[in-house]
T-cell receptor, first 112, second 113 residues
Framework: GNSVTQMEGPVTLSEEAFLTINCTYT??????LFWYVQYPGEGLQLLLK?????DKGSNKGFEATYRKETTSFHLEKGSVQVSDSAVYFC???????????FGKGTRLHILP | NAGVMQNPRHLVRRRGQEARLRCSPM?????VYWYRQLPEEGLKFMVY????????ESGMPKERFSAEFPKEGPSILRIQQVVRGDSAAYFC???????????FGPGTRLTVL
């Protein structure tokens, strides 16, 4: 079945450091790929998405590129801020009507 | 445009009681999804509904759990005879008829004593 695997946390970085959170997926066909962010005590917010191979999703300085050849969708940011501290979820959806399948989440701590 | 609304935000029940969780989708959205997040885990799909229809309930536990999305009013996730293992955050998401993005509500955090 479809699944998402992302790097385990917690990840602790200093402010202005470069961030990478790895995510790989298993799916038949051409799923849509997402990164969601969950701030403490809140629900999930869509951070970015990509719907086909080689698409790059970007938002708030975060980027991720849909790599079909490596079945990956790694999240990157060039310079993190304390306010980026949150849990990040990689996810996929096989088609528009389908449920979203989430990775287990990666907790990110940014130190001032 | 108001986002997805869920209430209550926090719910405490004793073992054996019933829990009712409500979800009002975004305006114009007729597709609703429920997910459960156990402590320190990702979200797991439970059920997908459209107005008056259950489309996919493959993630729902076989007993005690039910969901509905009536023609009028919010979607309801109902848990009968709650047990401690039901303690979790329950999230609702909605999407528009021709869209592929689900928008999530703030969740209901259920605690079973």
């Amino acid at each position: 079945g479809n699944s998402v695997t992302q790097m385990e946390g917690p990840v602790t970085l200093s402010e202005e450091a470069f961030l990478t959170i790895n995510c790989t997926y298993t799916a038949t066909g051409y799923p849509s790929l997402f990164w969601y962010v969950q701030y403490p005590g809140e629900g999930l917010q869509l951070l970015l998405k990509a719907t086909k191979a080689d698409d790059k999703g970007s938002n708030k300085g975060f980027e991720a590129t849909y790599r079909k050849e490596t079945t990956s969708f790694h999240l990157e940011k060039g310079s993190v801020q304390v306010s980026d501290s949150a849990v990040y979820f990689c996810a996929l959806s096989a088609n528009r009507d389908d449920k979203i399948i989430f990775g287990k989440g990666t907790r990110l701590h940014i130190l001032p | 445009n108001a986002g997805v609304m869920q209430n209550p935000r926090h719910l405490v029940r004793r073992r054996g009681q019933e829990a009712r969780l409500r979800c009002s989708p975004m305006k114009g959205h007729s597709h609703v999804y429920w997910y459960r997040q156990l402590p320190e885990e990702g979200l797991k799909f439970m059920v997908y509904l459209q107005k008056e229809n259950i489309i996919d309930e493959s993630g729902m536990p076989k007993e005690r759990f039910s969901a509905e999305f009536p023609k009028e009013g919010p979607s309801i996730l109902r848990i009968q005879q709650v047990v401690r293992g039901d303690s979790a955050a329950y999230f609702c998401a909605s999407r528009g008829p021709s869209a592929d993005t689900q928008y999530f509500g703030p969740g209901t955090r259920l605690t079973v004593l």
